[in-house]
């Protein structure tokens, strides 16, 4: 291997994928390399065969899961929101024509003891039992604002009859917001926490600005498809690196899966040099990769340099059902969100305390959901992910909320993971480090880190141009 | 009016076989010992006219270099594979083995799978017999060709055998596409813009 490479890529998580297809289709010259043989990294979907290898070394997947070949299982839970910047680059990239895409089918909260439908139209708001006559009235009024809301516009600013004085999404704060429409705590908390998505009551306080953008983009996400604001690939999220790998690949991009990466080379001053297998090295300008290439959780880090910090820690479990979540009308794929302030519970044990503000912990739970309509397991199967951001030392206490509305668990697969993040941009050595797949419900958060990396790498902002069809698919 | 079906077919082998120079024949009738014909291109079309006059169109995937590291989104639902060993390497038939054996474990049980055996014009070099390759075929129940992308030789006999094999009994979908091609696509559409929020959703590139 004495070739020599513009990039080095290590990892074949979604976000390294889209880097490297990316990179190769700007021209440069990529090396792509994953220790595993399989493609994915954190983000793939494994068979049956490979779930119970990394999961239950010592068993054999039951026979009456079915066959091996029918299930991809993610390793993280998320699904594609409709409008968000994932969808604009899967279709600028054309990557799409290696992909097939189905809704998911619902979006829920837990509220008051049980699960309810995220309302996606008027007239299913208006039959929604997450708030009361007026309560409707009043959130109406709100998502009317919110819509009409034009920024060079200040009529728009007004709202309506119940607001007196203007709206400044960027000073006022969203609680004034909520306020100046009247709207409920319960009210505000689906609407933070189940459309705006966040996971615990932080932005309440903060610019109104980014929450009327996710309540947007939420909106706007819901608006296309119709059933729920998420879309999710046939065959699992795993599809999606190996879409980008394919892209990488045909516009030139070299593919080593199965490498054992024992050493990143750098020279006197720390600067890249090259990546060392084996006896082998290969050189390279620059490489990108994610943290477990760069020594996270080594205990001395990567060759005594520690690159990489952990930020949290968050619990999936994986858990197989024989039958769709209870609540649900059946639903063949959905998520949940459960806020925090809709759970408590000490020693493990759980209450239902509606209505009550939790002082122990703030974090979200979150159930995603998917089945054989996805192409992930056999017929008859679901499978659903219940996670959230580890506060205790007792993670899968934490969640427990969460597998309650499971109903029985045929099978479950828990991992706590460490968030990582890079502890230097990667400008002065030329290595750049790509973040853990946090405990957010989509991928917006994955393209924030693509086009932060891609910036530092090229010294360019990512500007996605559409690849030519007719070049890309030559005729007869 | 003919009909018209559309498969995917994909190309699955060891590297330096000739896969790429078979499809490259095939699509636009020309050998180049360099030029990787496949920069780009996310799959090749071409189509075969069969004698009454049914026409298959053909979406043919190349590995793009990543033979060596499989990735199941590759042979997805994929209609056909052509398995290319070259017959002047003993060790690409083992490899071409393996393939098989891939996907009779991973694809869709109904693949119509081809075993073909590239660079008859090197026959001073030849390792594998064509008693062997044909031998093993007929135990797996392959179809078994021998061509040359440099000469021309066979190569088009391949897809048009493939042609004939494939069902083309007007599959339910509405496009007469099998499952996998790109026109037969049913789930959500990424590419359509909604009207109602378009402007502010329309890219500016
Ligand atoms: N003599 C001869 N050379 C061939 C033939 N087919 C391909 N080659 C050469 O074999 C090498 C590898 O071919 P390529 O199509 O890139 O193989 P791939 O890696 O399987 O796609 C190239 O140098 C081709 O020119 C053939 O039929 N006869
Ligand atoms: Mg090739």
């Given amino acids: 291997m004495d070739e020599e490479y513009d990039v080095i890529v290590l990892g074949t998580g979604l976000t390294e994928c889209i880097l490297s297809g990316l990179l190769s289709v700007d021209g440069k010259k990529v090396l792509h390399m994953d220790r595993n043989d399989y493609y994915g990294g954190d983000s793939a979907s494994l068979n049956l065969t490979q779930l119970y290898r990394k999961f239950r070394p010592n068993q054999t997947p039951p026979a009456d899961l079915g066959r091996d070949r029918d299930y991809a299982v993610d390793l993280i839970p998320k699904f594609i929101i409709a409008s968000g910047e994932l969808t604009k680059i899967l279709v600028h990239t054309d990557v799409t024509r290696y992909l097939e895409f189905k809704q998911i089918a619902g979006s829920f909260v837990y509220r008051d003891g049980r699960i309810s439908k995220v309302p996606s139209t008027e007239l299913e708001a208006v039959k929604s039992p997450l708030m009361g006559l007026f309560e409707k009235r009043r959130a109406k009024k709100f998502f009317e604002f919110l819509q009409g809301w034009r920024d060079e516009d200040p009529v728009t600013h007004q709202g309506n009859a119940f607001v007196n004085s203007g709206i400044n999404l960027d000073t006022d704060s969203m609680k004034a917001v909520y306020e100046k429409f009247g709207l409920e705590p319960g009210t505000q908390d689906f609407i933070g926490h189940a459309m705006a998505l966040y996971l615990d009551d932080d932005y309440i306080d903060k610019p109104a600005r980014p929450t009327y953008d996710r309540i947007v983009l939420y909106t706007s996400s819901m608006a296309r498809y119709g059933k729920s604001p998420y879309i999710y690939p046939l065959y699992g999220l795993g599809e999606l690196p190996q879409s980008f790998a394919r892209l990488s690949a045909i516009y030139g991009g070299t593919y080593m899966l199965d490498k054992k990466i024992d050493e990143i080379i750098t020279d006197a001053d720390g600067k890249f040099v090259g990546v060392r297998s084996g006896t082998e090295t290969v050189k390279a300008k620059q490489v990108i990769g994610d943290p477990s290439y760069f020594g996270a959780g080594a205990e001395v880090g990567d060759g005594g340099r520690l690159r990489v910090i952990e930020e949290k820690r968050v619990i999936r479990a994986i858990c197989i059902l024989k039958h769709p979540i209870p609540g649900t009308d059946g639903s063949d794929s959905v998520q949940i969100v459960i806020p925090q302030n809709q759970v408590n519970r000490r020693n493990g044990e759980y209450l239902d305390l509606q209505h009550t503000l939790i002082p122990d912990l703030e974090l979200d739970i979150y159930i995603a959901m998917v089945s054989s309509t996805h192409n992930v397991c056999a017929k008859d199967v679901y499978v659903a992910i219940v996670s959230t951001i580890v506060e205790t030392s007792k993670p899968e206490l934490e969640i427990q909320p969460g597998l309650q509305l499971l109903g029985s668990i045929y099978e479950k697969f828990v991992t706590v993971s460490p968030l990582y993040m890079p502890l230097s941009t990667g400008e002065a050595d030329n290595i750049f480090i790509t973040r853990s797949y946090d405990a957010t419900s989509h991928f917006e958060t994955v393209v924030d880190d693509v086009k932060d990396v891609w910036g530092r790498v090229t010294g360019k902002d990512l500007v996605l141009k559409q690849r030519n069809p007719e070049e890309a698919e030559q005729q007869e | ?205």
């Fill in chain 2, 1 to 205: 009016m003919s009909k018209q079906f559309q498969f995917k077919l994909v190309l699955l082998g060891e590297s330096a076989v000739g896969k790429s120079s078979l499809v490259l024949r095939f699509v636009k009738d020309q050998f180049d010992d360099y030029r990787e014909s496949t920069i780009g291109a996310a799959f090749l079309t071409q189509t075969v006219t069969l004698d009454d006059q049914t026409i298959v169109k053909f979406e043919i995937w190349d590995t793009a270099g990543q033979e060596r590291y499989k990735a199941p989104m590759y042979y997805r639902n994929a209609n056909c594979a052509v398995v290319v060993y070259d017959i002047t390497q003993a060790s690409s038939l083992d490899k071409a083995r393996t393939w098989i054996r891939e996907l009779q474990r991973q694809a869709d049980p109904s693949i119509v799978i081809a075993l073909c055996g590239n660079k008859t014009d090197l026959t001073a070099r030849r390792q594998i017999t064509q008693e062997e390759a044909k031998k093993y075929a007929d135990e797996e129940g392959l179809m078994w060709f021998e061509t040359s992308a440099k000469t021309g030789e066979g190569v088009s006999e391949v897809f048009t055998a493939i042609a004939k094999k494939l069902p083309l009994s007007a599959p339910s979908s509405r496009t007469n596409a099998a499952r996998g091609t790109a026109a037969a696509r049913q789930g959500v559409d990424l590419n359509r813009q909604t009207t109602t929020q378009g402007s502010n959703e329309a890219c500016n590139c």
